[in-house]
C-alpha cells in the first residue's frame, strides 16, 4: 500500500503540494499542478489502495490556499469507497 505525507505548516502554497505529490507517488513529471490534475491522477492514475497523512490539515483547511484541495481529497476519498484512505495528525 502506497502512503504519502503531507506537512501543510511545511508546505507554503498548492504548487509545494502538487510537488510532494509527484515526488511520493511516482506522477509523470508532466502532472498538470491543478485540482483537475490532482482529481485525475487521483482517481485514475495513482497506485491504489492508498494512505494520505495528512499533519496539520485543520489549520490549512480554512486557507484559501489548502482549503480546495482538502476538499477535493476528501470528495475523492468518498468517490473511491475505501481505497484512498486520508488521516489527518496534528
Known sequence: MLTLHFDFQTLPDRQAFYRALVQQSAAADDFGNNLDALWDWLTGGMALPATLVLQHAEDASVSAEFAPVLA?????QQQLAGELRLVRKG
Open 72 to 76: 477535493l481529497l476528501e470528495e475523492a
